[in-house]
């Protein structure tokens, strides 16, 4: 990848050399070299000079070959630079559904973090895209995005008893309580490698109460900030 982007970056180069290329005037009969690495020079009697510092002739339109260029490579360099980053770094994500009610909301939108976990560990309560497990067992579900929240590590033991759940013994907070009429999770260690995600709408999620831990090789990334509605923006 980055030998063809250098690459390109080269291409781009040569581009912009060849229609910036200095224009020199033969003084005696106005004849234009392009792209001579003259300098001024006296010779035979004739002065060789740089066009742009004659100052009683006015600087010469680009012409609309050297305009498309220009504009051909400004384009073609946005729209590789948003597509190596939608990519590698920063994706937006649409919520189609109510399981992080009521962080986030049916259409809102997220921005997610691509990167951050090559540099750093997971933290428990992170907000996370994911591939959704093929265990879900939601018939033809393609392998989708789901977003949810991190409860359980690897290594730690996850249960829930009345409605509270215990991490390493030690209950989160109120406000990660299941619902009233969910049912309790069973004590398990949750596998190396792995982490166990719930929805913060728990009556109305699919997390890993269903499909169990999630691998982190599947992690997309960590959602950051929600974006949209723009009355609503706030980081997560």
Known sequence: MLSVLSSYIQTLQYLRALVEAPVFENVTDGHSVVGSKLRPQHADGVYMRWASAVSAQPRPK?????????????????????????????????????????????????????VTYRFQDIGRLDVIVFKEPVTSGRAGNDHNDLIKRVM?????????????????????PDAHK???????????????????????????????????????????????????????????
């Open 62 to 114: 680009k012409s609309w070959v050297r305009n498309a260029v220009e504009w051909l490579a400004v384009i073609t360099t946005s729209v590789l630079l948003v597509s190596l980053a939608k990519h590698y770094l920063v994706e937006p994500f649409f919520i189609p559904s109510g399981s992080m009610e009521s962080t986030l909301n049916v259409r809102d939108r997220v921005l997610v973090n691509k």
């Open 152 to 172: 359980g590590l690897s290594g730690e033991t996850i249960e829930s008893r009345s409605g509270i759940i215990y991490v390493n013994g030690n209950p989160l």
């Open 178 to 236: 299941l619902s009233e009429n969910g049912n309790d999770i069973p004590f398990q260690v949750i596998p190396a490698g792995k982490v166990w995600v719930m929805g913060d709408n728990r009556a109305h999620s699919l997390d890993s109460r269903a499909f169990g831990p999630v691998d982190k090789s599947e992690i997309v990334g960590q959602a950051f900030v929600k974006v949209w509605p723009p009355s609503a923006i706030r980081t997560l």
